[in-house]
């Protein structure tokens, strides 16, 4: 065992001096499109989940709070309303109020002018043909669905996530091309080594074992460059982002990758980095005999 565990520490070394520098900042800089990506989704995700996708209709009305009642059984007699919730204009006044930087606003208007109004949940996703039905009932002054550009919204970034990981499907494709190259040079350079070191006897997962810690440690060292690029690029847009996002009375920041998706990241740059080794060496070593 310990034989063993000296063998793999000495491999361990060895592969320490082969990782190049150039090498692991492209591969760096590869793996830093897909990461801040993900990172910029996220961030987006966050704010977008706090907006309701469900798809919702407002009714603007100019009937009297006597046809309220009235309205308001119509309304759930309809088998394509899931949900029906009455809004005042006294109740709506106050629900702007609460809105972050509108109560100086509020404050000036001097008289309330919103409209009583109906918030409908509507039971199917295509709401258009409920939208015209509902503009037509006596006592609707407008119909607006709420909802439409929520939805939008979220196809798109379900766009932006599979194009996402596209991209990083093909940069990764690009690591492993990059270390299955490094590493052929490195057995190229070191054919004469290898053929002595198959005539005194040396096994093949002795020969190996270097090249495969070095692909491991190129992909990860290109890993934590790209955690760094994407570190330093978030931080330069926090620093724009900040007061624009103050001026919305916002508190909104690009958020970092988590500890556990950061290590999760480390961990595939350096999987795909054994990978390019292992194709590298499994292709090449074999043309290698002592003669």
Request: no cysteine.
């Amino acid at each position: 065992m310990k034989a063993w565990l000296r063998q793999h520490r000495q491999a361990f070394v060895r592969a320490l001096g082969r990782v190049g520098l150039l090498n692991a900042l492209v591969i760096g800089i590869a793996l830093a499109l897909p990461a801040a990506g993900y990172a910029l989704l996220e961030s987006l995700r966050t704010v977008a989940g706090r907006v309701s996708v469900q798809p919702q209709i407002s009714l603007f009305l100019d009937a009297k709070r006597a046809d309220v009642e009235t309205l308001t059984a119509r309304l759930k007699r309809d088998a394509r309303i899931s949900g029906v919730r009455f809004v005042s204009r006294e109740q709506a006044l106050k629900e702007l109020a609460a809105v972050q930087g509108l109560p100086e606003l509020v404050a000036v208007l001097g008289r309330n002018p919103l409209p009583d109004a109906f918030v409908i949940t509507a039971a199917d996703a295509n709401i258009e043909p409920l939208t015209v039905d509902l503009s037509k009932l006596p006592g609707v002054a407008h119909v607006q669905a709420d909802a439409l550009w929520a939805r939008r919204l979220a196809t798109l970034a379900r766009l932006a996530r599979l194009a996402l990981w596209l991209l990083a499907g093909l940069l990764g494709a690009a690591l492993i091309a990059v270390t299955f190259n490094t590493i052929r040079l490195q057995i190229l350079t070191q054919r004469e080594e290898i053929e002595v070191s198959k005539l005194i006897g040396a096994t093949d997962a002795f020969i190996r074992r270097p090249f495969y810690y070095a692909g491991l440690l190129q992909g990860l060292a290109g890993g934590a460059l790209a955690l760094l690029l994407v570190t330093a690029a978030l931080a330069l847009l926090n620093r724009e982002v900040r007061p624009l996002a103050e001026s919305y009375g916002s508190d909104f920041r690009f958020a970092l990758l988590p500890g556990g998706d950061a290590a999760a990241f480390l961990v595939f740059a350096a999987l795909l980095g054994w990978l390019g080794a292992h194709l590298s060496v499994s292709r090449h070593l074999r043309a290698i005999e002592p003669s």
